[in-house]
């Protein structure tokens, strides 16, 4: 037996971070950043109007009623000045003109309209400064906008294109094909015989990889064949990154991805595919180490919830290396709502449901795959402790 952390170590160690290539933004979602972004320019890059109304000079001023001797919408692209006395009729989003020191909205002098009127009244002194936004309120040039590592999201996405940035340099994204092993599967959809089931771990695989800004390339369902499995990785193993199966990773006489994968021989020793029972549970027995041309396999059990667990604890973590990020999964502290019993010397990973900061472990055997729909994230009970009691701080990461 070999501890998580080990386990761990060596998928990073044998895991190496894939190409940088420039991506137009359009393209960018999901990916993760190689490169800090910095702005070029200031953002607003001038002082520009928060409001619909009225820009006007306060130097001077009298209340009384004021001539609106410009226009100024927003993408008028010349500088403009107003002097004291004078107001501007401006929009939302248009540099406010030299000399102006606030800017009223419409509604206090008019009903909204698209005729402006020439002259606006004002019965006091207005307060300077009112609804303008600042040149660099926002970043400055030179700025950092998202660094290096970053995954980029919508929001992301949104804040580059603000500072008239068109292309990001990030990692290439993995691609990994996901073999399911068994001669009791069959592709969800098909109706399964007596003694079959439906290959949920492939696209329970693809599902995850997606969302860890991978690209699953295919799903393939072999039999538990000798022939077939190094047939298959043969021809695979030269046109993805990686390649992770799941099923026949432990000890069964038919478990033949754990019998032929740790036959298959590396140049260099350390880094063949070796099979360990690992102090976790679900997801005991696990694979991993180089194919003969080098790309990266992932031979994982075939029970569900141990196939879940083993993505987020040694397969992300990999794909995140991969892709120039932090390997770290995201974990948080929440409350156990139950006491959590388990045995000492393995880290025990319970589907839960968290509610307001506390969680409840739901039924986690290995192969209650249904339950895993229930589930919003992972509880952990760590190896050096036999449990958790109720309302204690536990580990817990999000699904
Ligand atoms: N004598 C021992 N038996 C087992 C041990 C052990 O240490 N000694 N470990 C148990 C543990 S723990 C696990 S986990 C499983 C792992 O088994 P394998 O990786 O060899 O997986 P299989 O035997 O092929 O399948 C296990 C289970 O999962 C179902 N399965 C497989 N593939 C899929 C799929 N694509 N979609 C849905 N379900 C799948 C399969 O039908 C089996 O029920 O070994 C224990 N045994
Ligand atoms: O590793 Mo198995 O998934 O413990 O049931």
Same mark, same amino acid.
């Given at each position: 037996?070999?501890?998580?952390?080990?386990?761990?170590?060596?998928? @990073?160690?044998?895991?190496?971070?894939?190409?940088?290539?420039?991506? %137009?933004?359009?393209?960018? +979602?999901?990916?993760?950043?190689?490169?800090?972004?910095?702005?070029?320019?200031?953002?607003? %890059?001038?002082?520009?109007?928060?409001?619909?109304?009225?820009?006007?000079?306060?130097?001077?001023? #009298? %209340?009384?009623?004021?001539?609106?001797?410009?226009?100024? %919408?927003?993408?008028?692209?010349?500088?403009?000045?107003? $002097?004291?006395?004078?107001? $501007?009729? !401006?929009?939302?989003?248009?540099?406010?003109?030299?000399?102006?020191?606030?800017? !009223?909205? +419409?509604? /206090?002098?008019?009903?909204?309209?698209? *005729?402006?009127?020439?002259?606006?009244?004002?019965?006091?002194?207005? =307060?300077?400064?009112?609804?303008?936004?600042?040149?660099?309120?926002?970043?400055?040039?030179?700025?950092?906008?998202?660094?290096?590592?970053?995954?980029?999201?919508?929001?992301?996405?949104?804040? !580059?294109?603000?500072?008239?940035?068109?292309?990001?340099?990030?990692?290439?994204?993995?691609?990994?094909?996901?073999?399911?092993?068994?001669?009791?599967?069959?592709?969800?959809?098909?109706?399964?015989?007596?003694?079959?089931?439906?290959?949920? &771990?492939?696209?329970?695989?693809?599902?995850? @990889?997606? =969302?860890?800004? $991978?690209?699953?390339? #295919?799903?393939?369902?072999?039999?538990?064949?000798?022939?077939?499995?190094?047939?298959?990785?043969?021809?695979?193993?030269?046109?993805?990154?990686?390649?992770?199966?799941?099923?026949?990773?432990?000890?069964?006489?038919?478990?033949?991805?754990?019998?032929? @994968?740790?036959?298959?021989?590396?140049?260099?020793?350390?880094?063949?595919?070796?099979?360990?029972?690992?102090?976790?549970?679900?997801?005991?027995?696990?694979?991993?180490?180089?194919?003969?041309?080098?790309?990266?396999?992932? *031979?994982?059990?075939?029970?569900?919830?141990?196939?879940?667990?083993?993505?987020?604890?040694?397969?992300?973590?990999?794909?995140?290396?991969?892709?120039?990020?932090?390997?770290?999964?995201?974990?948080?502290?929440?409350?156990?709502?139950?006491?959590?019993?388990?045995?000492?010397?393995?880290?025990?990973?319970?589907?839960?449901?968290? &509610?307001?900061?506390? $969680?409840?472990?739901?039924?986690? &055997? *290995?192969? @209650?795959?249904?339950?895993?729909? #229930?589930?919003?994230?992972?509880?952990?009970?760590?190896?050096? /402790?036999?449990?958790?009691?109720?309302?204690?701080?536990?580990?817990?990461?999000?699904?």
């Amino acid at each position: 037996m070999i501890t998580q952390q080990d386990h761990l170590a060596r998928i @990073l160690d044998l895991t190496a971070p894939l190409a940088v290539e420039e991506v %137009p933004l359009a393209e960018a +979602l999901g990916h993760t950043l190689a490169a800090n972004v910095m702005t070029t320019m200031d953002l607003p %890059p001038w002082d520009a109007a928060a409001m619909d109304g009225y820009a006007i000079s306060l130097e001077h001023f #009298q %209340p009384g009623t004021l001539p609106v001797t410009k226009t100024l %919408p927003a993408g008028h692209t010349t500088p403009e000045r107003i $002097a004291p006395g004078e107001a $501007a009729a !401006i929009m939302t989003g248009a540099p406010v003109p030299a000399g102006a020191d606030t800017i !009223i909205p +419409l509604e /206090v002098f008019h009903e909204p309209s698209q *005729s402006l009127p020439r002259e606006i009244t004002i019965d006091n002194i207005p =307060k300077t400064d009112q609804h303008i936004r600042r040149r660099a309120e926002d970043t400055h040039a030179g700025a950092l906008v998202a660094a290096a590592g970053t995954v980029l999201g919508p929001n992301h996405i949104g804040a !580059i294109a603000a500072t008239g940035t068109a292309t990001v340099f990030t990692a290439r994204q993995p691609s990994v094909a996901i073999i399911s092993t068994g001669d009791e599967l069959v592709a969800p959809g098909t109706p399964p015989d007596y003694g079959q089931i439906p290959d949920s &771990n492939a696209p329970l695989v693809a599902a995850t @990889l997606t =969302k860890l800004g $991978a690209k699953p390339t #295919q799903q393939l369902r072999i039999r538990d064949s000798q022939a077939s499995l190094e047939h298959t990785i043969a021809q695979l193993e030269h046109t993805v990154d990686a390649i992770i199966l799941t099923g026949g990773a432990s000890v069964g006489a038919h478990d033949i991805s754990n019998y032929v @994968l740790s036959a298959w021989q590396h140049e260099d020793p350390t880094r063949a595919i070796t099979f360990d029972t690992i102090n976790i549970r679900p997801g005991k027995p696990q694979g991993f180490g180089l194919s003969p041309a080098g790309t990266p396999v992932w *031979s994982l059990p075939g029970n569900p919830v141990a196939v879940l667990v083993s993505l987020h604890l040694f397969v992300a973590p990999g794909i995140a290396k991969m892709q120039r990020r932090s390997p770290e999964p995201h974990r948080l502290r929440v409350r156990t709502t139950k006491t959590l019993d388990t045995p000492k010397n393995m880290n025990y990973y319970m589907l839960a449901t968290l &509610n307001q900061g506390y $969680a409840t472990p739901l039924p986690s &055997n *290995s192969h @209650l795959a249904v339950k895993m729909a #229930q589930a919003t994230g992972l509880l952990h009970v760590p190896a050096e /402790v036999d449990g958790i009691e109720a309302d204690q701080p536990v580990e817990y990461i999000a699904l």
